[in-house]
């Protein structure tokens, strides 16, 4: 049994709730499990009740393949409502290649906002080759709405030159309907834009 108490966050997508106890299981025969519950998961200036969520997650792995499940809702307030997600995923693992996939359903029970709905589908793979690993990503939101559909797509390379270095390299493309920002798929970036393309050169060190 596990309880934190985390200090929040000043920028929002790295804010966590204060309070959180949580309960990972031992891995039996290849599966294992656990689940959270946060008692204080939005900025207490702004609500009239107590907000909570909940995490469910567990996985089964066998030779090759990784199969998981994961549920989490959010109860924010009478006047807020609430919203959850619903995430399967897989991996399969062959000597040096890896590929992973998930969908996840997002259902934003919010009353005083309309973000709709959305269907997420994502898809990735990897290729070690000698000290170098090729690796491609691709995601798809998709929401109720049709013209609010996003798509990203990312290739990149790293290359390890000992246990502790290893130098990398990636190119990301964002495609966004008319009236979105960058911000669908993760990024904290408001701008509107309906193509957003980057590319990062870095070298991590790992102590």
């Known amino acids: 049994m596990k309880v934190n108490n985390y200090k929040k966050m000043e ?3 790295l804010q966590r709730a ?19 519950y946060a008692s204080d998961v939005a900025d207490t200036s702004r609500i009239t009740d107590n907000a909570s969520a909940i ?4 996985f089964y792995k066998k030779g090759k393949y990784l199969l998981g499940a994961a549920y989490e809702k959010h109860d924010l307030d009478k006047i807020k409502g609430s919203k959850e997600a619903i995430r399967l995923s897989a991996s399969y693992r ?3 290649f890896k590929m992973v996939g998930f969908l996840q359903q997002e259902n ?6 309309s973000r709709p709905d959305a269907l997420v589908l994502g898809l990735g793979a990897s290729l070690r080759k000698g ?3 090729f690796k491609a ?3 798809n939101r998709d929401n109720d709405s049709t013209s609010k559909d996003t798509n990203l797509i990312a290739i990149g390379y790293d290359y390890r030159f000992s246990k502790q270095i290893d130098l990398y390299t990636q190119a990301a493309r964002i495609t966004n309907a008319s009236d979105l920002g960058g911000n669908q798929l993760g990024s904290a970036s408001s701008i509107i834009e309906d193509d957003i393309h ?3 050169l870095g070298v991590r060190y790992k102590f």
């Open 11 to 13: 920028s929002e997508c």
């Open 18 to 36: 204060d309070k959180i106890i949580a309960y990972q299981s031992p891995r039996i025969n290849g599966f294992q499990g656990s689940i959270a």
């Open 55 to 58: 995490s469910v997650n567990g």
């Open 94 to 96: 062959d000597g040096p």
């Open 108 to 113: 934003n029970n919010f009353k005083v906002t």
């Open 131 to 133: 000290k170098g690993t």
């Open 137 to 139: 990503q691709w995601y």
């Open 198 to 200: 980057g590319v990062s």
